[in-house]
């Protein structure tokens, strides 16, 4: 009876199994991360291959442009959900803002019509980072100069994101390669809050169905029990409200494969050490160890990168229009950084198994445009939710991301407007913030970067058992 139960279990679970008795440490992270995704034509090792060695290189490069490097963000907003002063007091958790008399000038200029001639070159290196989680918000003062003549925009009626007010005085631009994404120390209660704050309250769910493995649950039913009733819950509903989790799903996946792979092993007087915790990897998404929820959450930042993959592609004549610039004032730089932009969207147009986003929102018109408006207001409630991140790191992160996907989300429902955009001149229909442009490439790269990532636990996985 006892290889019956092992191929039951997984089977009762919801998903298959690669072996009775998965042995290694690489098969019970890994071993059903492969094959098709539900709801989509597309398979994990056709997304592995094109990222790894086409998208992820090529995306690298883009984002250590002046133009993607710096995010005008809030980090200051009040929580808007429940009062709580007790930010994150780990050393690593803080973010350092950049002095507004450091910012490159051009970043913030109003005057984006023409090029400068006297524009600045590349900005100077900022200092590092003083403790793990804080933001590193000083620029050098060339850069600061350039900062006060980069674009700014109004942002869209139909953003999925709560955007940050960037004329407020509390909003500042922060180097994000100064303050990369990691382990900061921020976990427990006050994390689990935040998630769980995102899953039950704008996921969808009814109260009465119980989502698997959450930590702030009161008498949580068997692993088992909680995963069937779930599951088949999540089964019976709409396509939309089923795509809406596994992108959540999916970004929280990411995340936590960021924390894994950026993580402090060594913390001493001399230096520090940062690297692949294993470990921490395995206790987030091994199967064993997870009750069979580790490999669903990969396989929904699989469904995430089709979707924000999809968007990309769809936003190709948007960025090819002869009057788009992605203006710095440095007119040699910005063109290739162009250049480099359109190389990268036509990888993504030519991707060969795109996610067909006509599947959603399909039905009648009156109910389609019912949901779209249920889930786009869904998605903005979770952006404000970034704000209550006690890590100021990670509501850095937490804020980028969650705009990124809005902007993504909002490319793939505006095709219509897209397609109908003048060639030249303004496009008043639809048009995207400086910071919506920065969010959505920053956040596939973090999407891709996870993809990539993968495949590094998988080789040091390889030899444990």
Request: a negative charge; one cysteine or more.
């Amino acid at each position: 009876m006892q290889p019956l139960l092992a191929f039951l279990v997984p089977l009762l679970l919801g998903c298959a199994t690669c072996a009775q008795a998965p042995g290694s440490a690489e098969q019970r992270c890994f071993c059903q991360v492969t094959g098709h995704l539900d709801d989509c034509t597309c398979d994990v090792e056709t997304i592995d291959s094109y990222n790894n060695r086409k998208i992820f290189p090529s995306l690298q490069k883009l984002l250590e442009s002046d133009y993607f490097r710096y995010y005008e963000v809030n980090l200051k907003k009040p929580c808007p959900f429940w009062s709580d002063d007790s930010h994150c007091g780990i050393r690593d958790c803080a973010v350092k803002p950049c002095p507004s008399d450091e910012v490159p000038g051009r970043i913030r200029s109003e005057s984006h019509n023409k090029y400068s001639e006297t524009a600045a070159h590349l900005a100077e290196d900022c200092e590092e980072a003083e403790r793990l989680g804080a933001v590193d918000g000083s620029l050098s003062e060339e850069t600061a100069r350039a900062v006060i003549r980069w674009t700014r925009h109004d942002d869209s009626a139909d953003s999925f994101c709560e955007v940050d007010d960037i004329q407020s005085p509390e909003a500042e631009y922060v180097d994000l390669l100064l303050n990369p994404e990691g382990y900061t120390g921020y976990k427990g209660p006050e994390a689990w809050k935040i998630w769980n704050s995102i899953y039950e309250e704008n996921c969808f769910k009814p109260q009465s169905v119980k989502r698997p493995l959450n930590p702030l649950a009161s008498g949580r039913a068997a692993g088992e029990n909680e995963g069937n009733m779930f599951y088949s819950w999540l089964q019976g509903v709409c396509v939309e409200k089923r795509a809406f989790y596994r992108l959540i799903s999916g970004l929280h996946a990411s995340i936590n494969i960021h924390l894994s792979a950026r993580y402090l092993l060594e913390d001493t007087w001399a230096a520090e050490r940062w690297g692949h915790n294993i470990t921490e990897f395995q206790q987030r998404f091994d199967e064993v160890l997870t009750q069979g929820e580790g490999p669903r959450r990969l396989k929904n930042l699989y469904f995430l990168y089709l979707i924000e993959l999809r968007a990309l592609s769809k936003a190709l004549p948007y960025f090819q229009r002869p009057d788009f610039q992605l203006f710095t004032g440095a007119e040699s730089q910005d063109e290739e950084t162009k250049s480099r932009l359109l190389e990268i969207l036509h990888l993504t147009k030519s991707f060969p198994l795109h996610f067909n986003e006509n599947s959603l929102f399909a039905g009648s018109q009156k109910e389609a445009a019912k949901l779209k408006e249920e889930f786009r207001l869904h998605f903005r409630n979770i952006s404000r939710i970034m704000d209550c991140v006690g890590c100021i790191k990670c509501r850095l992160w937490g804020k980028l991301q969650t705009q990124g996907l809005g902007t993504a989300l909002k490319i793939l429902f505006s095709e219509s407007l897209i397609e109908n955009m003048p060639e030249k001149g303004p496009s008043p229909k639809f048009h995207l913030t400086r910071q919506e442009i920065v969010s959505l490439f920053n956040a596939f790269g973090r999407i891709s970067t996870s993809i990539k990532e993968l495949e590094n636990f998988r080789n040091l996985l390889r030899p444990l058992h």
